[in-house]
Protein backbone atom coordinates (compact mmCIF):
# COMPACT_ATOMS: atom_id res chain seq x y z
CA UNK A 1 0.00 0.00 0.00
CA UNK A 2 1.24 3.75 -0.99
CA UNK A 3 -0.89 5.63 1.04
CA UNK A 4 -3.07 6.79 -1.61
CA UNK A 5 -6.47 8.12 -1.14
CA UNK A 6 -9.55 8.60 -2.56
CA UNK A 7 -12.36 11.19 -2.06
CA UNK A 8 -15.72 12.14 -3.18
CA UNK A 9 -18.01 14.44 -1.95
CA UNK A 10 -21.83 14.78 -1.84
CA UNK A 11 -23.66 17.98 -1.86
CA UNK A 12 -27.54 18.36 -1.76
CA UNK A 13 -28.46 20.33 -5.14
CA UNK A 14 -31.90 21.54 -3.08
CA UNK A 15 -33.99 21.77 -0.01
CA UNK A 16 -35.85 19.20 -2.52
CA UNK A 17 -33.49 16.75 -2.70
CA UNK A 18 -32.97 16.80 0.80
CA UNK A 19 -36.86 15.73 1.90
CA UNK A 20 -37.03 13.41 -0.83
CA UNK A 21 -33.91 11.38 0.70
CA UNK A 22 -36.35 11.10 3.78
CA UNK A 23 -35.18 13.44 7.31
CA UNK A 24 -34.47 16.81 6.71
CA UNK A 25 -32.04 16.97 9.85
CA UNK A 26 -30.92 13.51 8.51
CA UNK A 27 -26.84 14.04 8.44
CA UNK A 28 -26.04 12.27 5.27
CA UNK A 29 -28.75 14.58 3.38
CA UNK A 30 -28.87 18.10 5.08
CA UNK A 31 -25.37 18.58 5.02
CA UNK A 32 -22.01 17.89 2.54
CA UNK A 33 -20.71 14.79 3.08
CA UNK A 34 -16.77 13.46 1.91
CA UNK A 35 -16.09 10.04 1.57
CA UNK A 36 -12.42 8.54 1.67
CA UNK A 37 -10.93 5.84 0.91
CA UNK A 38 -7.43 4.27 2.06
CA UNK A 39 -4.75 1.81 2.62
CA UNK A 40 -6.13 0.95 5.84
CA UNK A 41 -9.29 -1.12 4.06
CA UNK A 42 -11.83 1.25 4.88
CA UNK A 43 -14.12 4.42 3.68
CA UNK A 44 -14.58 7.12 6.20
CA UNK A 45 -17.54 9.74 5.99
CA UNK A 46 -16.70 13.26 7.01
CA UNK A 47 -19.00 15.97 7.55
CA UNK A 48 -17.18 18.81 5.44
CA UNK A 49 -18.36 21.20 7.17
CA UNK A 50 -16.89 20.33 11.51
CA UNK A 51 -14.13 17.43 9.37
CA UNK A 52 -15.87 15.33 12.42
CA UNK A 53 -15.59 11.64 11.10
CA UNK A 54 -19.59 10.15 10.49
CA UNK A 55 -19.06 6.79 10.13
CA UNK A 56 -16.52 4.25 9.16
CA UNK A 57 -17.23 1.42 6.47
CA UNK A 58 -15.36 -2.11 6.79
CA UNK A 59 -15.35 -4.78 4.96
CA UNK A 60 -12.73 -4.11 2.46
CA UNK A 61 -9.52 -6.63 2.27
CA UNK A 62 -6.87 -4.73 0.49
CA UNK A 63 -6.77 -0.98 -0.03
CA UNK A 64 -9.48 1.16 -1.44
CA UNK A 65 -8.64 3.28 -4.05
CA UNK A 66 -11.86 4.17 -5.63
CA UNK A 67 -15.12 6.06 -3.95
CA UNK A 68 -18.08 7.60 -5.55
CA UNK A 69 -21.80 8.72 -4.58
CA UNK A 70 -25.15 8.21 -6.38
CA UNK A 71 -26.48 11.24 -7.62
CA UNK A 72 -29.38 11.20 -5.16
CA UNK A 73 -26.67 10.79 -2.16
CA UNK A 74 -27.95 7.73 -0.52
CA UNK A 75 -25.57 5.05 -2.41
CA UNK A 76 -21.89 5.47 -2.07
CA UNK A 77 -19.75 2.82 -4.44
CA UNK A 78 -15.91 1.82 -3.18
CA UNK A 79 -13.83 0.19 -5.11
CA UNK A 80 -10.64 -1.61 -3.30
CA UNK A 81 -7.10 -3.81 -4.60
CA UNK A 82 -8.88 -6.60 -3.33
CA UNK A 83 -11.12 -6.66 -6.96
CA UNK A 84 -14.15 -6.04 -5.05
CA UNK A 85 -16.65 -3.13 -5.63
CA UNK A 86 -19.08 -2.35 -2.64
CA UNK A 87 -22.43 -0.86 -2.24
CA UNK A 88 -23.06 0.86 1.09
CA UNK A 89 -25.82 2.58 2.27
CA UNK A 90 -24.62 5.50 3.61
CA UNK A 91 -27.19 6.58 6.01
CA UNK A 92 -26.84 3.32 7.77
CA UNK A 93 -23.54 2.04 6.67
CA UNK A 94 -25.02 -1.52 5.77
CA UNK A 95 -23.56 -3.03 2.80
CA UNK A 96 -25.89 -3.57 -0.18
CA UNK A 97 -24.06 -5.16 -2.77
CA UNK A 98 -20.59 -6.82 -3.04
CA UNK A 99 -19.12 -7.56 -6.84
CA UNK A 100 -16.17 -9.66 -7.12
CA UNK A 101 -14.71 -8.90 -10.31
CA UNK A 102 -12.83 -11.88 -12.25
CA UNK A 103 -10.54 -11.87 -15.04
CA UNK A 104 -10.38 -8.08 -15.23
CA UNK A 105 -7.40 -6.18 -14.38
CA UNK A 106 -8.62 -3.30 -12.22
Known sequence: S??????SRFVPE??????DAGRIDDPYTAAAILASG???WTVRLWEVSTGQ????LEGHQAGVHSVAWAPDGRVLASGADDRTVR???ASTGRL???SQATGVEL
Open 2 to 7: DGRRSL
Open 96 to 98: LQL
Open 53 to 56: ALRT
Open 14 to 19: TSERQS
Open 87 to 89: LWE
Open 38 to 40: AAE
